[in-house]
T-cell receptor, first 112, second 121 residues
């Protein structure tokens, strides 16, 4: 089946610290992979995506690389800011479908 | 960008009553809308997919008679939780996608509402 396993939070970091949120997946077929972010009081927003192996998605200083050999899509940022405080969801979609399969979400809090 | 709103943002109701949640796409035509449910510390689980003007497609294990979905226009979908019980308490999230413009195997981006927290007493 299709599923996403995401690092449990919450994660608390100081400003300018390095961030990694782990995500691994299982999928039938060849999935596209996504990271969504949910800021307080807002809906989920697409942060970045990758559609094939070795693709790197990037946005707002965040990066994630589609690793087929390890079935992973870990989210990284070199220097987090207070404004990055949010809940981050890893997700996948299987080719030809529009369904999204989500991880449990990881709450990140960045303190000044 | 594409904005999706939900109303209400939270609702408390008595057991046995029905609750309607609205999902609106504010600046685009949503040919497809999705309803998700999220339990504390768990993933968003897809409940159903609806295309404008047609019946919703429910995921396995979701009672269609309990969770009534209507997608009567290109900007509005509603989820009605009928005869709600405490176990229906949850966070309900909708998303909307516009007409598919890419190839069929390419993911058609969904835009998410902020969610509705339902508490059934």
């Amino acid at each position: 089946g299709n599923s996403v396993t995401q690092m449990e939070g919450p994660v608390t970091l100081s400003e300018e610290a390095f961030l990694t949120i782990n995500c691994t997946y299982t999928a039938t077929g060849y999935p596209s992979l996504f990271w969504y972010v949910q800021y307080p009081g807002e809906g989920l927003q697409l942060l970045l995506k990758a559609t094939k192996a070795d693709d790197k998605g990037s946005n707002k200083g965040f990066e994630a690389t589609y690793r087929k050999e390890t079935t992973s899509f870990h989210l990284e940022k070199g220097s987090v800011q207070v404004s990055d405080s949010a809940v981050y969801f890893c997700a996948l979609s299987v080719s030809g479908a529009n369904n999204l399969f989500f991880g449990t979400g990881t709450r990140l809090t960045v303190i000044p | 960008g594409a904005v999706v709103s939900q109303h209400p943002s939270w609702v408390i109701c008595k057991s046995g009553t029905s609750v309607k949640i609205e999902c609106r796409s504010l600046d685009f035509q949503a040919t497809t809308m999705f309803w998700y449910r999220q339990f504390p510390k768990q993933s968003l689980m897809l409940m159903a997919t609806s295309n404008e003007g047609s019946k919703a497609t429910y995921e396995q294990g979701v009672e269609k008679d309990k969770f009534l979905i209507n997608h009567a226009s290109l900007t509005l979908s509603t989820l009605t939780v009928t005869s709600a019980h405490p176990e229906d308490s949850s966070f309900y999230i909708c998303s909307a996608a516009g007409p598919r413009t890419g190839l069929f195997w390419v993911y058609n981006e969904q835009f998410f509402g902020p969610g509705t927290r339902l508490t059934v007493l």
